[in-house]
């Protein structure tokens, strides 16, 4: 099993549309979880982070965490063009003290116009 | 204004022959990470400095060493590059390792011929 695992998509969606990107992970320790978007050629871009149970908004974007399930997703509303991307969940490992991420293969977005 | 920059965007070299990728930045965090990115896969972690304390990846090949000689600056080495080794190299940024986000510089694509 691997440790964070994402759908790899594509995931299609019309433009306006909310799209929802689901991410879960295997270490029931894990403190810290990351969205990050990656354009193709490009560095990945921190979108959000959320460490507490729950919803957490900035924008278009919530982040939904469920510790007790193990995963995370992340929710685009009113999706653009431009919101078509690669994104990966990140996970900190629970053990330890070295900040370590553990990523997901990434899930490919297109929003179509 | 950049804050995390690596230096060549793009590099070739041939097989067999030593290559120095560069990361440098300008927010003095206090960590420093190397990921390796293959195409359509999550970066993959290959080692970190805190500060001057190197910490490697169990499954780092020792082909790749890594150098950092002040807070700004930071290299990877590449030794003998094989056909494998052609990957986006990701430098990361962050002030602390346990609860601090991680920022990417722009990556270097590197080609082995």
């Known amino acids: 099993q691997k440790e964070v695992e994402q759908n790899s998509g594509p995931l299609s969606v019309p433009e306006g549309a909310i799209a929802s990107l689901n991410c879960t992970y295997s270490?029931?320790?894990?403190?810290?979880f990351f969205w990050y978007r990656q354009y193709s050629g490009k560095s990945p871009e921190l979108i959000m982070f959320i460490y507490s149970n729950g919803d957490k908004e900035d924008g278009r974007f919530t982040a939904q965490l469920n510790k007790a399930s193990q995963y995370v997703s992340l929710l685009i509303r009113d999706s653009q063009p431009s919101d078509s991307a690669t994104y990966l969940c990140a996970v900190r490992s629970g053990s330890g003290n070295t900040g370590k991420l553990i990523f997901g293969q990434g899930t490919t977005l297109q929003v179509k116009p | 204004d950049a804050m995390v920059i690596q230096n060549p965007r793009y590099q070739v070299t041939q097989f067999g022959k030593p290559v120095t990728l560069s990361c440098s930045q300008t927010l003095n965090h206090n960590v420093m990470y190397w990921y390796q990115q293959k195409s359509s896969q999550a970066p993959k972690l290959l080692f970190h400095y805190y500060d001057k304390d190197f910490n490697n990846e169990a499954d780092t090949p020792d082909n790749f060493q890594s150098r950092r000689p002040n807070t700004s600056f930071c290299f990877l080495d590449i030794r003998s590059p094989g056909l494998g080794d052609a990957a986006m190299y990701l430098c990361?940024?962050?002030?602390?390792?346990?609860?601090?986000?991680?920022?990417f510089g722009p990556g270097t694509r590197l080609t082995v011929l």
């Open positions: 990361a940024t962050s002030r602390d390792r346990a609860t601090d986000t991680q920022y």
């Open positions: 270490d029931r320790g894990s403190q810290s």
